[in-house]
């Protein structure tokens, strides 16, 4: 993760936890050891939400 004041790649997590009921958002503050600042970013686990489908094959037909 890089710090967004100094783009230093060396952060440390300072606290960790799960947001969501369907635990697939994890939010954790981060302290970047270069300058010092705290941010907080949300991950999210890729696949494991339900996005709506629109993806309907249009070329189909239905006979
Ligand atoms: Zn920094």
Known sequence: ???P???SRSSTVKDK???SPQKVV???RRECNEC???WTTHEVLAGNIDI???SRRSG???T
Do not use: A, D, S
């Open 1 to 3: 993760m890089i710090c």
């Open 5 to 7: 004041n100094c783009e």
């Open 17 to 19: 936890r799960l947001v």
């Open 26 to 28: 994890t939010r954790r």
């Open 36 to 38: 010092k600042t705290r």
């Open 52 to 54: 709506p489908e629109q």
């Open 60 to 62: 189909e037909k239905e």
